[in-house]
């Protein structure tokens, strides 16, 4: 359904949109992650069991250092009785210590293991449900949402943005609880062994979070610049890639490569200053860890000298001090992710809380009985407010006939198929089906009447008898072969390497255009619905099979009343009513003879028509 184009966002060089999620101020960050996290509230259970075994193999392996320095004070110890000829070293005594924090750091990497393990169940089981409703929440959102954006852009909210929501939320999930964990315990830990050496160690921690802050200030637009442009790119080569061959035709190779790297050069800025952010906490984090850990260092060994502590803890204290730098730094790593985590996580969201299309009518109507008499009482509508494309239609038409719908381009014929279908909704008048108006049906139940062939042909990557058995699933190979013969293109099926069992690839490139139109009549002749819409249904074949599809939906349509669009108007000659758009309007109604006969604007492009063939 082509024909109504309207522009309803800025749009650049080969129709590409540039709306990616939303605007560029600051997001709501805190209010995303609570989100996200209420979105996760079905895994709480499971969210309990992982944070308990992260807790507990963190603190098992913070046990480890402070049992490790007592076998070196025990080495220790012994070597001075040794040499001082007073005792010797106790093996023994350092073998079970040993042994102990062996123990303690296989129960440590047991409990990491199991969290990790649930962990990962949980974040694909977000993603899994996320990319679930995605797809649900797409049958349910207006035709408008997607006709105002790139497929490129929707798909990035189904790939890009939850691949990243999946695997940040993986790693920093467990990173936070780990070295949260991680830092309380070992700053337990390190009181126990030395007060004054804690608190100078203590000092980095005011100049850590300084540099924290400072990143998480000015890295969140940079990711959330780098997710928005990545949707773009994406959209960009959706788009030209499946418009590769126009390209190519009209020689716009540069123009779309230099498109292209404007929008790839503000990815790359972007995701450069991000990452730029996330890998420069690692280096400076290490240098402040080290200064710390040279000050702890020295105050050690003043401690050791006046005998305050042993030299065990000396060396437990090290470790610990290493352990907790470690943690802060992961904690800053983790900041970034989260940014990442938020940003992703934010236009999903977007996508999820769009307006939806209502789809229940309080009470519906039964389309059990219904013959299918269409009226169009004094409609109007525009896709904008501001500009109204139908301004007062008005037609009845009877159960059974056959009605043409003409005009020139962007007179609003495809636009009276979307208001019959509740595509769109009338702004005023009402669209009625046997004297129901269309919004007292259910949105599915409604379309159950229709049966639709479009200018734009639409197949998918599967066998020609998935294709045609999809306008009725339950049809079997004998009614899908009777819908081909009744569309003439049963035997170019046969001539193909499988016959009805070929393959169409992705792309459907396989078969021509006119092939492709047949089968989608195909399609509707097998589905045999009350009301039947051919939207330009045989623009893409040649005149021959033009004259046998017309025969096919001549048959098609008796008995039903159909909906024909058409631009050659030869085709519509026997329709038992035509009606004649103009700017919205009806201007002229009745049949073929009765038209011509008015000599008005019906004749007019009639003959220029005739005039036309006769001059070829």
């Given at each position: 359904?082509?024909?109504?184009?309207?522009?309803?966002?800025?749009?650049?060089?080969?129709?590409?949109?540039?709306?990616?999620?939303?605007?560029?101020?600051?997001?709501?960050?805190?209010?995303?992650?609570?989100?996200?996290?209420?979105?996760?509230?079905?895994?709480?259970?499971?969210?309990?069991?992982?944070?308990?075994?992260?807790?507990?193999?963190?603190?098992?392996?913070?046990?480890?250092?402070?049992?490790?320095?007592?076998?070196?004070?025990?080495?220790?110890?012994?070597?001075?009785?040794?040499?001082?000829?007073?005792?010797?070293?106790?093996?023994?005594?350092?073998?079970?210590?040993?042994?102990?924090?062996?123990?303690?750091?296989?129960?440590?990497?047991?409990?990491?293991?199991?969290?990790?393990?649930?962990?990962?169940?949980?974040?694909?089981?977000?993603?899994?449900?996320?990319?679930?409703?995605?797809?649900?929440?797409?049958?349910?959102?207006?035709?408008?949402?997607?006709?105002?954006?790139?497929?490129?852009?929707?798909?990035?909210?189904?790939?890009?943005?939850?691949?990243?929501?999946?695997?940040?939320?993986?790693?920093s999930v467990t990173q936070l609880?780990?070295?949260?964990?991680?830092?309380?315990?070992?700053?337990?830990?390190?009181?126990?062994?030395?007060?004054?050496?804690?608190?100078?160690?203590?000092?980095?921690?005011?100049?850590?979070?300084?540099?924290?802050?400072?990143?998480?200030?000015?890295?969140?637009?940079?990711?959330?610049?780098?997710?928005?442009?990545?949707?773009?790119?994406?959209?960009?080569?959706?788009?030209?890639?499946?418009?590769?061959?126009?390209?190519?035709?009209?020689?716009?190779?540069?123009?779309?490569?230099?498109?292209?790297?404007?929008?790839?050069?503000?990815?790359?800025?972007?995701?450069?200053?991000?990452?730029?952010?996330?890998?420069?906490?690692?280096?400076?984090?290490?240098?402040?860890?080290?200064?710390?850990?040279?000050?702890?260092?020295?105050?050690?060994?003043?401690?050791?000298?006046?005998?305050?502590?042993?030299?065990?803890?000396?060396?437990?204290?090290?470790?610990?001090?290493?352990?907790?730098?470690?943690?802060?730094?992961?904690?800053?790593?983790?900041?970034?992710?989260?940014?990442?985590?938020?940003?992703?996580?934010?236009?999903?969201?977007?996508?999820?809380?769009?307006?939806?299309?209502?789809?229940?009518?309080?009470?519906?109507?039964?389309?059990?009985?219904?013959?299918?008499?269409?009226?169009?009482?004094?409609?109007?509508?525009?896709?904008?407010?501001?500009?109204?494309?139908?301004?007062?239609?008005?037609?009845?038409?009877?159960?059974?006939?056959k009605v043409a719908i003409v005009?020139?381009?962007?007179?609003?014929?495809?636009?009276?198929?979307?208001?019959?279908?509740?595509?769109?909704?009338?702004?005023?008048?009402?669209?009625?089906?046997?004297?129901?108006?269309?919004?007292?049906?259910?949105?599915?139940?409604?379309?159950?009447?229709?049966?639709?062939?479009?200018?734009?042909?639409?197949?998918?990557?599967?066998?020609?008898?998935?294709?045609?058995?999809?306008?009725?699933?339950?049809?079997?190979?004998?009614?899908?072969?009777?819908?081909?013969?009744?569309?003439?293109?049963?035997d170019f099926i046969m001539t193909?390497?499988?016959?009805?069992?070929?393959?169409?690839?992705?792309?459907?490139?396989?078969?021509?255009?006119?092939?492709?139109?047949?089968?989608?009549?195909?399609?509707?002749?097998?589905?045999?619905?009350?009301?039947?819409?051919?939207?330009?249904?045989?623009?893409?074949?040649?005149?021959?099979?033009?004259?046998?599809?017309?025969?096919?939906?001549?048959?098609?349509?008796?008995?039903?009343?159909?909906?024909?669009?058409?631009?050659?108007?030869?085709?519509?000659?026997?329709?038992?009513?035509?009606?004649?758009?103009?700017?919205?309007?009806?201007?002229?109604?009745?049949?073929?003879?009765?038209?011509?006969?008015?000599?008005?604007?019906?004749?007019?492009?009639?003959?220029?028509?005739?005039?036309?063939?006769?001059?070829?």
């Open positions: 359904m082509s024909e109504e184009r309207r522009d309803v966002r800025p749009r650049g060089p080969m129709g590409h949109g540039h709306g990616m999620g939303g605007g560029e101020k600051a997001k709501d960050f805190k209010g995303t992650l609570r989100k996200l996290f209420r979105y996760m509230d079905k895994y709480k259970i499971r969210f309990l069991f992982m944070l308990i075994f992260a807790v507990a193999g963190t603190v098992f392996s913070i046990v480890g250092p402070k049992i490790l320095g007592k076998a070196t004070t025990e080495l220790f110890n012994g070597l001075v009785a040794k040499v001082s000829g007073t005792g010797a070293i106790n093996f023994t005594r350092i073998g079970e210590i040993l042994l102990g924090v062996l123990g303690l750091y296989l129960v440590s990497a047991c409990f990491t293991f199991i969290q990790g393990f649930v962990m990962t169940g949980i974040s694909n089981d977000v993603t899994y449900s996320m990319r679930r409703d995605i797809s649900k929440k797409m049958h349910r959102m207006p035709m408008k949402y997607f006709e105002s954006r790139t497929h490129g852009e929707i798909l990035s909210r189904v790939t890009n943005d939850v691949d990243t929501l999946q695997q940040s939320l993986n790693q609880i780990t070295s949260v964990t991680m830092i309380i315990g070992v700053l337990v830990m390190m009181f126990s062994i030395n007060v004054w050496m804690t608190l100078c160690a203590l000092l980095i921690l005011p100049v850590s979070m300084g540099i924290i802050g400072t990143v998480m200030k000015h890295s969140q637009k940079y990711f959330r610049g780098q997710q928005k442009y990545l949707g773009e790119v994406n959209g960009q080569i959706e788009e030209i890639y499946a418009g590769h061959s126009i390209v190519k035709a009209f020689n716009k190779e540069e123009d779309v490569v230099n498109v292209f790297e404007e929008t790839n050069q503000k990815l790359y800025e972007s995701a450069w200053k991000s990452q730029f952010f996330s890998g420069i906490m690692m280096p400076v984090m290490q240098f402040v860890g080290n200064v710390g850990y040279v000050m702890v260092a020295l105050l050690g060994g003043y401690f050791v000298i006046q005998k305050s502590i042993e030299v065990g803890d000396i060396q437990s204290f090290f470790q610990y001090i290493r352990s907790f730098t470690q943690p802060i730094t992961q904690v800053a790593q983790v900041t970034n992710m989260l940014q990442s985590t938020a940003a992703a996580a934010e236009r999903v969201f977007e996508f999820l809380d769009e307006e939806e299309e209502d789809q229940l009518a309080e009470n519906p109507v039964n389309i059990a009985n219904l013959k299918g008499n269409v009226e169009f009482d004094h409609v109007a509508f525009g896709y904008n407010p501001e500009h109204v494309v139908i301004h007062d239609f008005s037609a009845e038409v009877k159960d059974g006939q005009g020139p381009t962007g007179a609003g014929k495809t636009t009276m198929v979307k208001l019959l279908m509740r595509f769109y909704d009338v702004n005023k008048g009402a669209v009625k089906v046997d004297g129901h108006n269309v919004q007292d049906f259910h949105r599915s139940q409604l379309r159950e009447m229709f049966g639709m062939v479009l200018q734009d042909t639409w197949l998918f990557n599967g066998t020609i008898m998935e294709n045609i058995r999809y306008g009725r699933l339950d049809a079997t190979d004998e009614e899908v072969v009777a819908a081909a013969k009744a569309a003439h293109i049963h193909q390497p499988g016959g009805y069992q070929m393959e169409l690839n992705e792309e459907t490139s396989n078969v021509s255009q006119g092939q492709k139109q047949l089968l989608t009549i195909a399609r509707a002749i097998l589905a045999d619905n009350r009301i039947l819409i051919l939207d330009e249904a045989t623009s893409s074949v040649d005149t021959r099979t033009e004259v046998q599809i017309q025969k096919a939906m001549d048959n098609l349509m008796e008995g039903r009343t159909s909906f024909v669009i058409a631009h050659r108007l030869s085709t519509i000659r026997d329709a038992d009513l035509i009606l004649v758009m103009k700017d919205g309007d009806i201007i002229e109604q009745g049949d073929h003879e009765e038209l011509i006969a008015a000599q008005g604007f019906y004749a007019g492009l009639y003959n220029s028509q005739f005039e036309k063939a006769e001059a070829v």
